[in-house]
Structure formats: C-alpha cells, structure tokens
T-cell receptor, first 113, second 119 residues
C-alpha cells in the first residue's frame, strides 16, 4: 500500500516568513495529492491540491509543487500570518486498487506575531 | 449550506461499553468515509460508502467496529466492547460523486469529528 512521509513534524516561523512542508510517497500509481489544514477542534479542510499531470499550482499565498520522478511534493506558504497556525496534512491517492487517500502524520505550524 | 455534522462531539465510555457515532453528510453527497485519527497522527481510513453500499471496509481494525448507512444519507459507526486503544477522534467525510472512480478527484468535506475517550 501507499506510504506517505511528512516533514517536519513541527515548524515555527515568524510572521511574514515563508513556511515549507515536504512529503514523500511510495506508490508511483498515486495521481492526486491534496493538502489539508486542521484547526483545533475541527476536521481537516482542503486548502490546495495537485494532480500528477501538473508540476506546480499556486493559490494566493500558498503553492504546491510535485516531483513525480522523486515522488515528493511540497507545500509553500509565503507571508505567513498568525491565522495560518494549524496542523497541515499532506495526502496521496493511488489510482489503482484503492482510491482512499493516505495521509501524512501532520505538521504543526506555529506562526509567531 | 450546512456542512458535515457529527454527533456527539465528545463521548466518554467505560471499557467494555458499546458506542454509536453519527454522521450527517452534506445533502446529496454520494460518498461517505469514516476515518480514525489518533492523537498527533493523520486520519486513517476505516470504511467507505457509496450511497447505502459499503464498498470498502478494509480499514476497520476489528470485528468490534461496524458501520452502516441504510438509506444512503446518515451513517452510524458502532464500536462494540470498547477498549482503551479505541480512544481517538473519529472523522466523517463526504463527497459529491463517486470517489471510487480513478478519474474522480472530488473534494472530501470533513466533519468536526467525535472525540472518543475510553476509560
């Protein structure tokens, strides 16, 4: 089955700095890579996703890059704000056999004002 | 537009008790998923419904776990004879189309979860 590794587990930045979270996956059949933000006491919320036919996608202050050859993808948040503080999860979904996403273990992002 | 709702939000059970967790998906959503999220971990898949059909239950950790969605809308996750290792947040998610299709990239909308604590 799919295995998703996520780093770092904790990331502390100053407001205005950039934050980068990296994930690797094992199943070369994976073709969809969503990122979720989970605030305390809430369920995960999709913030951006990327499909395997695209190398990069941007939405305002957040961007995601995908390197299929190396099987890794990253989340980039620029000009971080205190409200970006949350736990971020990457996920990967294979297209064959199982269509269920496999999640990373999460990154706790803390943005200091 | 209401999102996915779950009840109860918090449940404390004594070891050996049975519990039932409810999920109300977004109206009209075909697919419904249950996940278990242990403290400090990502969600782990338990089971998946398409309408009333349970198409995948490979993630259920034991035969003490049972899920149903009899009318293709509300779903209930039941855990019998709860154990301490069952303590976790149980998340429900729904999506519009058939998320089992490899060409389907439909977003999963998550509920707030039910935090189960087994003493």
């Amino acid at each position: 089955g799919e295995n998703v590794e996520q780093h770092p587990s904790t990331l502390s930045v100053q407001e205005g700095d950039s934050a980068v979270i990296k994930c690797t996956y094992s199943d070369s059949a994976s073709n969809y890579f969503p990122w979720y933000k989970q605030e305390l006491g809430k369920g995960p919320q999709l913030i951006i996703d990327i499909r395997s036919n695209v190398g990069e996608k941007k939405d305002q202050r957040i961007a995601v890059t995908l390197n299929k050859t190396a099987k890794h993808f990253s989340l980039h948040i620029t000009e971080t704000q205190p409200e970006d503080s949350a736990v971020y999860f990457c996920a990967a979904r294979a297209s064959g056999g199982s269509y269920i996403p496999t999640f990373g273990r999460g990154t706790s992002l803390i943005v200091h004002p | 537009g209401a999102g996915v709702s779950q009840s109860p939000r918090y449940k404390v059970a004594k070891r050996g008790q049975d519990v039932a967790l409810r999920c109300d998906p977004i109206s009209g959503h075909v697919s419904l998923f249950w996940y278990q999220q242990a403290l400090g971990q990502g969600p782990e898949f338990l089971t998946y419904f398409q309408n009333e059909a349970q198409l995948d239950k490979s993630g259920l950790p034991s035969d003490r776990f049972f899920a149903e969605r009899p009318e293709g809308s509300v779903s209930t996750l039941k855990i019998q004879r709860t154990q301490q290792e069952d303590s976790a947040v149980y998340l429900c998610a729904s999506s519009h189309r058939d998320s089992g299709s490899p060409r389907s990239y439909n977003e999963q909308f998550f509920g707030p979860g039910t935090r189960l604590t087994v003493l």
